[in-house]
């Protein structure tokens, strides 16, 4: 499975980005598809994950941020709104052949990773 994730940019706090990831494969929607993000000098951390139509979200996100995917266009969704400065990272997919989980180490493949950047 090969990721490629896109839509990030530079938003100002309480704005909205829509970041997608198209895979490759023909079993993309047995997977489970999570969002991970990286900030500068800090961990990857989970943001959210989606397998069939059950999602699940870091505290730090729910309520502001909403996945979703397309399983005929093999896509993933990040929605993300009111975004805030601390929210500015580089966020990555990634694909899981298990169910969800916000463990990075049990995902099997990532994308690249889109740079976003939230300005105050």
């Known amino acids: 499975v090969q990721l490629q994730a896109s839509g990030g940019g530079l938003v100002q706090a309480g704005g909205s980005l829509r970041l997608s990831c198209a895979a490759s494969?023909?079993?993309?929607?047995?997977?489970?598809m999570g969002w991970f993000r990286q900030a500068p000098g800090k961990e990857r951390e989970f943001v959210a994950a989606?397998?069939?139509?059950?999602?699940y979200y870091a505290d730090y996100v729910s309520g502001r941020f909403t996945i979703s995917r397309d399983n005929g266009r093999n896509t993933v969704f990040l929605q993300m709104n009111s975004l805030k400065p601390e929210d500015t990272a580089v966020y990555y997919c990634?694909?899981?052949?298990?169910?969800?989980?916000?463990?990075?180490?049990?995902?099997?493949?990532w994308g690249q990773g889109t740079l976003v950047t939230v300005s105050s």
């Open positions: 989606i397998r069939w139509s059950d999602t």
């Open positions: 990634a694909a899981s052949i298990g169910g969800v989980t916000s463990t990075a180490g049990l995902y099997d493949y």
């Open positions: 494969g023909r079993t993309f929607s047995s997977y489970t």
